[in-house]
């Protein structure tokens, strides 16, 4: 490993930036959760937002005043005065005061193109607009990051002038300048090239001198390799935002930087241990800005450690260096076995493991298993993408699958009124199972088949397993396997189910959409009953007590299949 090198400073920008990724809205609530989460991971500096831009993020920096971040800097955002104002009578310099942040980010223009066509002003004003709103921020106590916008554009199209401008800041008592790839049409040699003609350029001012940021967009595909780029050419801040939110094609990707700086380039950037907490994090924000993670993201995506082929899972049972470039532990992930029809006997037996089976390649069920699993992928089940599935089934060929219910037949009705925009549907289904000897026939309504089905099925098991009023629909996703056969396709639904804490993915196929999304619902039931009859240190995969259905429902059979009766007027 090399060694160690300058400290970097990471300044997140998901709760400014971020928020401007199409389709990403935060709410304060969202924004106060988000801000302590990266507190919690040692960001040092976080832009909450532009105060006086919007009522919202008036209210972020009040409440935040109210319980502080335990670590990190909060940063508040704006613009340079406009032209021909003075900064001290500016109205909307005085919100971002009153925010009352210590440091405060400023953004100005560095393009020659910008200043003359958007702003529509000299270029001598706008050096007078840096110097003049850098000076009022420092008046008034606040220390000043600048954010040289449209930074490697305007260096490329007049340098002289770029330069001018980052004079003024740097004279004005500016004490970052963060130079901004704000278009992201920039290459990482070019990035390397001015980041490193800008640093010798510093060198004329006397100390202590300013210290040099990068903010990168990714619309080159380039953002994470642009901000490496320049800090091997000295930069010493880091701007992103987690998971790449932004703006258009989106900013640099910290967790992707994060861990590229510090483990790959021997950069310090966070305490190891919260280190440690990065796929938690992203996570974490992915949920509450509602959008769905990245799977295959580096380092933090569920696939990003997982292993598919037969020949990789042996050797990485062997030495996971073989085919994992670090430990996924080093940033809170974990190695993965997926199971597929390219799956080898390597496969299934690692698999067998993580769900706490016994299963070793002399037992004759681990080959008739493979052999079971390659011609249910050959059908169309897909279980890379349904682990909590394949868990019931190699439990089912090893004796070892719990029984918490059987299905004895259900009835669909669909009802629909209406042409066009004005219409009005309603589905009802009656299902009949049996739960250890007792029979139950319950019914429900919903605004489709399959919601219709879910609850009845809810209704008729949930006096047996209350555990079940925990558990959610999370996702359903349909995929037609052969569409070539037209409305006779067969059909692969996957329903992801969670309890609160943990999540699982069951699936279902059929050529009938509702007898495909009949499978998943009840396989995801079933699996989330087997993990609340688990021991209660066991996680997800770890190892399930055998559940004894008729002891279970020994103590409640009477009383609760009179209630149900009762309810459903069966008596």
């Not at 011609?375 to 004796?399: C, K, N, P, T, V």
């Amino acid at each position: 490993m090399a060694e160690q090198r300058t400290p970097l400073y990471i300044y997140d920008t998901t709760l400014r930036d971020g928020a401007q990724r199409e389709g990403l809205a935060l709410s304060i609530e969202d924004k106060i959760r988000i801000a302590r989460r990266l507190d919690a991971l040692g960001v040092p500096f976080i832009e909450g937002g532009w105060p006086g831009a919007n009522p919202k993020d008036v209210q972020f920096f009040w409440q935040l005043k109210e319980i502080p971040l335990t670590q990190a800097s909060i940063t508040a955002f704006c613009s340079t005065r406009r032209p021909g104002k003075v900064a001290a009578e500016e109205p909307m310099l005085q919100p971002v005061l009153a925010a009352g942040t210590e440091w405060i980010t400023l953004f100005g223009k560095s393009w020659d193109l910008h200043v003359t066509t958007g702003l529509q002003t000299t270029l001598a004003e706008n050096l007078a607009m840096i110097d003049d709103t850098i000076c009022y921020f420092r008046s008034q106590g606040r220390r000043v990051i600048y954010d040289a916008e449209h930074w490697f554009d305007g260096y490329k199209a007049n340098p002289d002038y770029a330069l001018e401008t980052l004079e003024a800041a740097v004279k004005a008592g500016a004490e970052w300048l963060a130079l901004c790839d704000t278009n992201g049409g920039t290459l990482p040699h070019e990035v390397g090239a001015i980041v490193t003609a800008v640093n010798t350029w510093l060198q004329q001012f006397p100390e202590p001198q300013p210290q040099l940021g990068i903010h990168t967009h990714n619309d080159s595909g380039t953002a994470v390799a642009n901000a490496m780029a320049a800090v091997e050419a000295g930069a010493t801040m880091v701007q992103g935002t987690i998971n790449g939110y932004g703006e258009r094609c989106g900013n640099a990707n910290l967790c992707t930087l994060i861990p590229n700086l510090q483990i790959k380039l021997c950069y310090p950037c966070i305490a190891p241990a919260r280190l440690e907490t990065l796929a938690e994090t992203s996570r974490f924000i992915s949920e509450v800005v509602n959008l769905a993670p990245d799977e295959h993201a580096p380092y933090v995506g569920r696939s990003a450690f997982a292993h598919k082929g037969g020949i990789h899972v042996s050797a990485v049972e062997r030495e996971p260096k073989t085919y994992e470039h670090i430990d996924p532990a080093t940033v809170g992930n974990s190695r993965r076995i997926v199971v597929s029809d390219q799956a080898g006997l390597s496969n299934v037996l690692v698999k067998a493991r993580s769900f706490g089976l016994e299963l070793d390649r002399h037992n004759p069920a681990s080959r008739q298993l493979l052999t079971r699993l390659k011609s249910l992928e050959h059908e169309g089940y897909q279980f890379e993408a349904a682990e909590a599935s394949f868990e019931l089934l190699m439990r089912e060929a090893l004796g070892d699958r719990p029984r918490f219910f059987d299905l004895k037949g259900f009835y669909i009705n669909c009802q629909h009124q209406g042409n066009g925009s004005d219409h009005s549907s309603q589905s009802l289904a009656t299902i009949k199972v049996m739960v250890g000897e007792e029979e139950i026939l319950a019914a429900a309504e919903g605004n489709g088949p399959v919601a219709a089905l879910d609850t009845a099925l809810r209704k008729a098991l949930l006096t047996f397993y209350p555990a079940i009023a925990n558990f959610h629909l999370s996702d359903y996703k349909v995929r037609i396997i052969d569409s070539g056969a037209g409305t006779a396709a067969k059909t692969r639904v996957l329903v992801e189910s969670g309890n609160g804490a943990q999540r699982w993915t069951t699936l279902g196929v059929s050529t009938n959409i509702i007898e495909a999304s009949y499978q998943a619902v009840t396989e995801g039931l079933e699996y989330g009953l087997m993990m609340e009859t688990a021991r209660p240190h066991c996680a997800i995969g770890g190892e399930i007590d055998r559940f004894d259905a008729d002891v279970a429902l020994q103590k409640t059979r009477e009383t609760a299949l009179a209630k149900l009766k009762q309810e459903l007027g069966f008596e």
